[in-house]
């Protein structure tokens, strides 16, 4: 390069800097400017909902000054509004630390507090406020709530009453006493405080849910009704209390006029927010094909719409459609949004796929990011009970119920969880909360009679029972309770005679005809139930599963000639029914016919390749055959797909102890199924069986004591615990196991092996 080329390259590199000087002295000349420009740019995506894109602006002003009080405030409402709980809280501490005696700030984090059950901090918070402002109706507010959490019920009394002091024209002044007044049975009181709120503000939405709701539970649907038509008069494009009485409409079978109300509201306003309204009335009443017309009708009109999308994955995820949550999931992820519901969504997806250690180190991932979010800590214990990490599943959902003490799903999920482990003290105190909550949702009544049930309250659970049936009388599962509930009892014919009932309401549904066929052949009424099914599909003979449930009760009475007529005749009809494949495989198997039985569940399988407890039964078929190679291809395959299937991984953990190999994988099965399932005595005699395989003789023998302990007659389990002591040298233990074992039977190359150690004693 010549000297002149060098020149002028340098020449332009200096023009360049200067330029680029000339740019930043410009903006640091004037950060005044900069930074309002920065927070009024963050207020309008505020004002369009655009919370992350304020998020950035709030942060760009705060680094042209970080000591910008309005910034750091206007950032914690737009953490808020993302629910970034911690951030908004941050940023709420540093506007209270530059500027002490902004109030606004005080009640914002005076309301954190309240929702983390921090209850003396946000008296704290308020009463700082109200002495500064005694007229903060705000503040009345905030200290009354806590009040009432705390259950100073006289002074959160004064509080409210101090609010409709001060906004005598505000319906919420009104509902606060209605809420008192409920907590207190004081009902004839929360009636007249919830009239008021409707008077003083014919605009207020929560006024006309709270004393519909109010009537609903009282059994008087009538003014339930007449107070949603006049809340709906006054509000007609308010998507609420047209789904209100929608709900109300159904619940009573008035199925046409409901359908009457939602044609009304398809009228109204927002296209896109009446979709999600009535999607999720459907599907909130479990009718997923209608919540998705609705989804997709309004998607028609906004294609680029995020809720209806999430609410579509949503959907297909609890259906089942993992396939095409996957897709929706696919374009939300691809937005490199950081939604927590996205991004929540993704994990129960890969939950769904059974890829159990993916969802799990994505919600955990996540968990850093939105740890405040109650819904990831629910998600995850979901994904440890599907892993059989109960213990962990246990913490995050009480972790979950920490952060949303009052969440339903959460409520129930823990109420679930402690109904499926036993503890139906906490299962009852959990339901019973979510009930407190929403007293309407007949979903939770028939939790809690179950619950009840369980527990031998059977007045109890009568008495939810009866409610729900107020609240829903057409619904069939209702009288399914009610059913459970007498055949708790032997009360036979009542419960027969809700199971008809039920039937009648939903005559062609397959389940309760089967749990029908179930209690009467547990009240030993096989002839009925023959008779019953029989004069069934006389009526409906292109019915497929209808000749599965006959099918699977001539199985259950052994008549295998006619379980397998009517069997063939269900997967001639619909060649897709798993289930026919399964029960008809189950008729080759009792009948000795193991080639047959290993071929229809090949084809069930078939059509459903990821059926774990199948492609173990297919796996136990091979290892009584002795073709042990074929059984753990089964079982691994069964694993792969749920880990913490624990029949699989004991019975895969038995394999490699017979072959003597892989022990230390065979010990690490054997000890995932015991923790899973610590009380069946097979699973408990494997364990033991690896134990002595590797020699570990001091282990193993609690675990087969305790087995022949539940089950003295099993060969097996003596014939193994009488080698144990042999193992630790105690023979005069040792033969008298191994004597009872052959005197039971013990029979093939246990039996030999059993007389050879015999042998060695004597």
């Known amino acids: 390069m010549t000297m002149q080329g060098r020149e002028m390259r340098r020449k332009a590199a200096l023009a360049s800097g200067l330029l680029l000087a000339v740019a930043f002295s410009g903006c640091s000349t004037n950060p005044e400017k900069g930074k309002v420009k920065y927070l009024q740019s963050g207020q309008r995506y505020m004002q369009k909902g655009k919370y992350q894109e304020a ?41 209270i630390e530059l500027d002490p005696g902004r109030l606004d700030a005080h009640l914002d984090r005076g309301r954190l507090y309240l929702a ?15 002495e500064r402002n005694p007229q903060n109706a705000a503040a009345y507010q905030l200290v009354g709530a806590a009040l009432l959490a705390t259950r100073d019920t ?21 509902i606060n006493l209605s809420l008192l007044e409920l907590s207190l049975r004081r009902f004839d009181d929360a009636e007249k405080h919830l009239l008021k709120a409707c008077d003083v503000d014919p605009h207020s939405i929560q006024a006309f849910s709270d004393l519909a709701s109010f009537y609903g539970i009282k059994g008087d649907l009538p003014r339930a009704d007449d107070t949603l038509q006049r809340g709906i008069s006054q509000n007609p494009n308010s998507p609420g209390l047209y789904i209100a009485r929608a709900d109300l409409l159904y619940s009573q079978q008035k199925n046409d006029e409901a359908n009457e109300v939602l044609a009304r509201l398809r009228q109204q306003g927002n296209l896109a927010d009446i979709s999600l309204a009535i999607g999720d009335f459907y599907f909130q009443r479990q009718q997923p094909f209608l919540a998705l017309q609705e989804y997709q009708r309004g998607l028609t009109s906004v294609p680029n719409n995020v809720e209806i999308k999430k609410r579509m994955e ?251 007529s009517e ?88 394999v490699y102890a017979q072959e003597g190999r892989s022990l230390d994988t065979a010990l690490d099965l054997a000890q995932r199924a015991k923790q899973l399932m610590p009380q069946v005595p097979s699973i408990s005699d494997t364990l033991g069986w690896v134990m002595y395989k590797k020699g570990v003789y001091v282990g193993a023998l609690p675990l087969l004591q305790e087995c022949v302990e539940k089950a003295p007659k099993s060969a097996v389990y003596r014939y193994h615990l009488g080698m144990v002591f042999l193992g630790l040298g105690e023979k005069a233990k040792a033969k008298t196991q191994l004597t009872a074992a052959l005197r039971l039977d013990l029979t093939g190359d246990d039996a030999k092996s059993a007389g050879q150690a015999l042998q060695r004693i004597d």
Do not use: C
Not at 118 to 129: P, S, V
């Open 55 to 95: 998020t950035i602006q709030f942060r760009n002003a705060l680094k042209l000054d970080p000591r910008f009080v309005e910034a750091f405030y206007q950032l914690a409402q737009a953490e808020m509004a993302q629910n970034q709980w911690r951030q908004a809280y941050e940023a709420l501490e540093r506007t």
């Open 116 to 130: 983390a059950h921090e209850f003396q901090r946000a008296k704290d918070e308020a009463n700082f406020i109200l």
């Open 154 to 174: 006289e002074k959160a009394e004064g509080a409210f009453e101090k609010i409709a002091e001060l906004l005598p024209n505000e319906a919420s002044s009104y």
């Open 314 to 564: 949503d959907l297909y995820l609890v259906t089942g459609e993992t396939e095409k949550a996957a897709d929706l999931d696919q374009a939300l992820v691809s937005t490199k949004t950081k939604d927590p519901i996205i991004l929540i969504n993704h994990g129960r997806l890969l939950l769904a796929q059974g890829k159990v250690d993916d969802a799990i180190a994505e919600l955990q991932r996540e968990i850093r990011d939105v740890s405040e979010l109650p819904q990831i800590h629910y998600y995850l214990a979901l994904a440890y009970m599907k892993k059989g990490n109960l213990q962990q599943a246990k913490s995050q959902m009480e972790e979950a119920s920490r952060m949303a003490p009052d969440q339903i799903d959460i409520l129930n999920g823990l109420a679930r969880m402690h109904l499926q482990q036993g503890d139906l003290s906490l299962a009852q105190q959990n339901a019973e909360r979510s009930l407190q909550l929403r007293g309407t949702d007949t979903t939770m009544r028939l939790l809690l009679a179950s619950i009840y049930e369980k527990q031998a309250k059977f007045d109890l659970a009568k008495e939810q029972l009866a409610v729900a049936q107020k609240l829903a009388p057409g619904d069939p599962a209702v009288h399914l309770q009610y059913a459970a509930l007498y055949r708790s009892q032997h009360s036979w014919a009542q419960a027969e005679k809700e199971l008809e009932t039920a039937l009648q309401l939903k005559p062609h549904d397959s389940e309760m005809l089967g749990q029908l066929m179930d209690m009467l052949v547990e009240s030993k009424q096989d002839a009925k139930a023959l008779e019953r099914m029989h004069r069934y599909v006389k009526a409906n003979p292109d019915d497929s599963h209808a000749y599965l449930i006959l099918g699977s009760l001539d199985l259950a009475l052994k008549d295998y000639t006619s379980a397998r």
């Open 567 to 654: 069997l063939e005749r269900s997967i001639e009809l619909d060649p897709h029914q798993v289930q026919s494949h399964v029960q008809l495989g189950q008729v080759f198997q009792a009948q000795g016919k193991s080639e047959e039985a290993i071929r229809e569940f090949d084809k069930a399988l078939a059509l459903q390749p990821k059926f774990v407890p199948l492609l173990t039964m297919v796996g136990n078929l091979y290892l009584e055959r002795h073709d042990s190679e074929k059984a753990r291809t089964y079982y691994e395959r069964a694993l792969a797909i749920d880990p913490s299937f624990a029949v699989a991984a004991g019975n895969l953990a038995w």
